[in-house]
């Protein structure tokens, strides 16, 4: 799998690891797509002024595609695809250096809620056995 970006139909873009090829990908019924991230862009009007003119900037920023998904690989028509590309070498690292910090931070967040609700089941068996969970023994 190579990472591409794929333009949707709805006009999101969309990076992702996948076995598309960039010539062909309407050939196929549907295309998986590994670890999707949406792609944002907005215009920034530097303060710096060149020839008498504020210069434009264009920045992207990333999120995960479907944020509430299970899986991290999804399954869509070909047919909502407008066009596949390669992407250059800076684009790739920046979307592995994305995904690994997103899944490290996701990874926290699960062990954080895990722990949280293994701290409340022991306050709630204290608190049937008619133990006080506030009292810290020494």
């Given amino acids: 799998m190579e990472c591409k970006l794929f333009k949707l ?3 999101e873009m969309i ?6 090829v960039v010539d ?3 050939d196929s019924k549907n295309i998986i797509l590994k670890e999707p991230v949406l792609i944002k862009t907005f215009r920034m009007i530097d303060e710096v002024v060149s020839n008498g003119k ?3 900037m264009e920045q992207f920023t990333m999120q995960p595609w479907i944020k509430m998904s299970k ?8 047919e909502s695809i407008i066009a596949v590309v390669e992407i250059d070498t800076y684009a790739i690292e920046s979307y592995k250096e994305f995904v690994k910090s997103y899944d490290s931070l996701q990874e926290e967040f699960d062990n954080a809620i ?3 609700e293994k701290e409340l089941e022991f306050n709630q068996i204290l608190e049937e ?3 006080d969970t506030k009292t810290t023994i020494h």
């Fill in 15 to 20: 990076l992702a690891d996948s076995d598309a």
């Fill in 114 to 116: 895990e722990n949280d």
């Fill in 24 to 26: 062909s990908f309407k």
């Fill in 129 to 131: 056995y008619g133990k």
């Fill in 9 to 11: 139909s709805n006009g």
């Fill in 71 to 78: 899986s991290d690989t999804i399954t869509i028509p070909s």
């Fill in 54 to 56: 504020p210069v434009i």
